[in-house]
């Protein structure tokens, strides 16, 4: 029979402290595999659990699930099976419950879609540089979140924006500012705290100076670590003294950190063991990105190899978030580590602890009142006010807008919040729109045609959001003093075309951050917004 995890001396010596004694009952019934099980994050297909991954809660193999877009129909029938999962895992006290996550960033990553909430995202924050703003984002966002079941957000995204072409952080960062970013992060953080939702930063030990997407392949960034502590790590710095937590350790190479061997720092024990918990001082969990990303499996062989390297590494919770049969064979390669290793059965005990001791704090923090409804009262009053005071002036050119009486008007672009709010604040505007698709490039006579259409309007109000729509800005150069640019997302496309005499950036695509964005050209308010990246 298994041992059963015990109470480290801390446990006893803290025994008046209601987290330490919540700590203490649920450690004290756990096995070694129930320990193990508090290091697993699962996730799944379809919209309803299979019967593996229940049978998996309720056998105490797994301490927590992954919410993805998929697993949803609706919203009610979410909640209800976070219920009836949280039922199997502690139907009593003596079982601690299970982490339920999600990525709820704001922005363009939102995996609870329906009803929730949508936000203009952290770069917007970024342009206001409204501590303010990023406590209530937390707030909102963690308020429905929490009415739903969902314990725990992947979120804040910290990455510094200091690559113009890493667009799979871009407009999810704060800034490419280390200090802006952080006291908008702890805000952010504070705010989900409050809503009784786990925060947890991401992607240690920075994703933004780097092209390369770490879902499909190793991203190699070439800066020393004193450079890291200089800047990707600041935030991680603010956030660590503010009690942040949780962390998510990202599957990115730093050769010049690790002897130019190409280990992603997920599965190093130099990044998670000296550098973070040492000198950093963080004493919370941190939680792999998802170990079935290319990122992950660029030093190992499969996904089960990579799973033990990242708990030896010092990773407490593994997230594998598709496939089964990975999932099941990185169990069994874990379980059979403890067994033959008690330096490895010592490591995952520790981890479990910390995982514990993070669901029992959890709890405590539960104790705020919560919306029992989503959205939550007065978020979209909210959301957009802030993505107004994100608005920023790129080109001034002529903003406000002149009197447009007996103008004949374009909206040209992508977006189809771009479109419904253009053509309500601008009635009787004609639409020219292009395909809004990574598999969409603009070739000739293509590129040719747009731009000669666009010249039989007096106005021309073009929505720029990517490369391809770029493409067709770069040819419309004759046009400039008729062509008025709405930027959303990245305004880092701006820089192709210094011509533009007219352009303002909103930083997000649903139709909040698009009626701010024309409410500033149409004089409803003066903008206010600052460029929030540099990359000088």
């Known amino acids: 029979?298994?041992?059963?995890?015990?109470?480290?001396?801390?446990?006893?010596?803290?025994?008046?402290?209601?987290?330490?004694?919540?700590?203490?009952?649920?450690?004290?019934?756990l096995s070694d595999a129930a320990a193990l099980g508090q290091l697993f994050m699962l996730g799944y297909q379809g919209t309803a659990p299979p019967e593996y991954l229940l049978d998996w809660v309720a056998d105490g193999r797994v301490g927590g699930i992954k919410i993805f877009t998929r697993n949803v129909t609706d919203l009610e029938q979410l909640r209800t099976t976070i219920q009836q999962l949280q039922l199997l895992a502690a139907p009593h006290e003596q079982a601690p419950p299970l982490l339920v996550a999600t990525d709820q960033e704001g922005g363009w990553v939102r995996h609870i879609k329906h009803e929730t909430s949508t936000s203009a995202g952290n770069l917007s924050l970024g342009a206001a540089a409204l501590p303010h703003d990023a406590y209530y984002t937390g707030l909102y966002l963690g308020t429905e979140l929490a009415a739903l079941g969902i314990n725990m957000n992947f979120a804040p995204t910290i990455d510094l924006?200091?690559?113009?072409?890493?667009?799979?952080?871009?407009?999810?960062?704060?800034?490419?500012?280390?200090?802006s970013t952080g006291l908008l992060a702890v805000a952010y953080y504070q705010g989900l705290q409050s809503a009784g939702v786990i925060a947890t930063a991401k992607h240690f030990p920075g994703h933004g100076a780097t092209s390369r997407d770490s879902h499909g392949a190793l991203p190699v960034v070439e800066v020393t670590e004193e450079q890291l502590l200089t800047r990707e790590l600041v935030p991680y710095r603010m956030l660590i003294r503010e009690g942040l937590p949780a962390i998510m350790s990202g599957?990115?190479?730093f050769p010049l950190i690790t002897d130019g061997q190409l280990t992603p720092a997920s599965l190093s024990p130099h990044f998670q063991r000296t550098l973070l918990r040492t000198r950093l001082g963080f004493e919370g969990v941190i939680i792999t990105?998802?170990?079935?990303?290319?990122?992950?499996?660029?030093?190992?062989?499969?996904?089960?190899?990579?799973?033990?390297?990242?708990?030896?590494?010092?990773?407490?919770?593994?997230?594998?978030a598709h496939s089964a049969y990975w999932q099941e064979q990185a169990w069994q390669a874990a379980r059979r580590r403890m067994e033959d290793d008690p330096a490895f059965r010592d490591t995952v005990r520790a981890s479990a602890l910390r995982v514990l001791r993070m669901k029992a704090q959890q709890r405590e923090w539960r104790s705020v009142g919560i919306a029992a409804t989503v959205p939550a009262p007065g978020a979209a009053e909210f959301f957009f006010e802030s993505a107004a005071r994100g608005v920023t002036v790129l080109a001034a050119g002529d903003i406000p807008l002149p009197a447009l009486a007996g103008m004949r008007v374009l909206l040209m672009g992508q977006l189809p919040a771009f479109f419904a709010v253009g053509s309500e604040r601008l009635p009787g505007a004609a639409e020219l729109r292009f395909p809004y698709s990574p598999f969409f490039r603009a070739r000739e006579p293509y590129l040719s045609h747009l731009p000669r259409a666009a010249a039989d309007y007096d106005l021309v109000v073009f929505g720029l959001s990517n490369y391809n729509s770029l493409q067709i800005l770069e040819r419309m150069e004759a046009l400039a003093e008729k062509l008025v640019v709405v930027s959303a997302l990245t305004p880092v496309y701006l820089r192709s075309v210094p011509w533009v005499e007219t352009a303002i950036a909103v930083y997000g695509t649903d139709e909040a951050s698009f009626r701010a964005g024309f409410g500033a050209l149409l004089g409803d308010f003066e903008p206010t917004g600052r460029l929030p990246i540099s990359f000088e």
């Open 1 to 29: 029979m298994a041992a059963a995890l015990g109470a480290p001396p801390l446990l006893a010596e803290a025994a008046t402290d209601p987290v330490e004694r919540t700590v203490e009952r649920w450690a004290g019934g």
């Open 251 to 253: 599957h990115l190479a």
């Open 161 to 179: 924006y200091t690559d113009p072409d890493a667009t799979v952080i871009g407009p999810r960062a704060f800034s490419s500012d280390p200090t």
């Open 289 to 320: 990105d998802d170990m079935e990303m290319g990122g992950a499996l660029a030093s190992t062989p499969d996904p089960a190899t990579a799973v033990v390297a990242a708990i030896e590494a010092g990773n407490d919770i593994v997230l594998i």
